[in-house]
Antibody, heavy 122, light 108 residues
Framework: EVQLLESGGGLVQPGGSLTLSCAAS????????MNWVRQAPGKGLEWVSA????????YYADSAKGRFTISRDNSKNTLYLQMNTLRAEDTAVYLC????????????????WGQGTTVTVS | EIVLTQSPGTLSLSPGERATLSCRAS???????FAWYQQKPGQAPRLLIY???SRATGIPDRFSGSGSGTDFTLTISRLEPEDFAVYYC?????????FGPGTKVDIK
């Protein structure tokens, strides 16, 4: 069974830092691009960042650029999101999601999702 | 950045009715890189449609997607009780991979 388990959330003061992790199991992690998405309380989904399977390419939302760093360790089947200079508006549930495989191709659509980890900046 | 606008914001319908949800992009999106997701309260989102019209694994055939360019549609042919949820469109062809604001389908 494909599973994603996020961790690392918590309460942090404005200007602080936090690193989120997403542990993957049940699939060949190193084949898949991965995403981070967040959802502020009572709000919609906001895509945050994505990384290619080899970690050679990364993508960021404008809100994350310069403050957040996405990375992965394919030997540990783990995705990370390092978040610096946190602001109140970063308060959200952060979810990781796999990319989508169709035949031999991989896309950044979000196929399997974790349940999320909560970040509160206050 | 490609901005996605969804309409209506809320759709109030009865079980058995047809639901038509729209998503408009601020610039053309390749159909290959367009998706729809469903989210129920307290749950993670679920991929429904990818490539604008292909159903994801396990998605019932009452869900269908269509459209191209800047206008895309999700249709639920006959609403089941479990379909009342929030639906998001997303483009994943051009970074940032933006979501629409969502359409809530609730029970009339």
């Amino acid at each position: 069974e494909v599973q994603l388990l996020e961790s690392g959330g918590g309460l942090v003061q404005p200007g602080g830092s936090l690193t989120l992790s997403c542990a993957a199991s049940g699939f060949t992690f190193s084949d898949f691009p991965m995403n981070w998405v967040r959802q502020a309380p009572g709000k919609g989904l906001e895509w945050v960042s994505a990384i290619s399977s080899s970690a050679g390419t990364t993508y960021y939302a404008d809100s994350a650029k310069g403050r957040f760093t996405i990375s992965r360790d394919n030997s540990k089947n783990t995705l990370y999101l390092q978040m610096n200079t946190l602001r109140a508006e970063d308060t959200a549930v952060y979810l990781c999601a796999t990319g989508l495989q169709i035949d031999y191709y991989f896309y950044y659509a979000m196929d399997v999702w974790g349940q999320g980890t909560t970040v509160t900046v206050s | 950045e490609i901005v996605l606008t969804q309409s209506p914001g809320t759709l109030s319908l009865s079980p058995g009715e047809r639901a038509t949800l729209s998503c408009r992009a601020s610039q053309s999106v390749s159909s290959t890189y367009f998706a729809w997701y469903q989210q129920k309260p307290g749950q993670a989102p679920r991929l429904l449609i990818y490539g604008a019209s292909s159903r994801a694994t396990g998605i019932p055939d009452r869900f269908s997607g269509s459209g191209s360019g800047t206008d895309f549609t999700l249709t639920i042919s006959r609403l089941e009780p479990e379909d009342f949820a929030v639906y998001y469109c997303q483009q994943y062809g051009s970074s940032p991979f933006t979501f629409g604001p969502g359409t809530k389908v609730d029970i009339k």
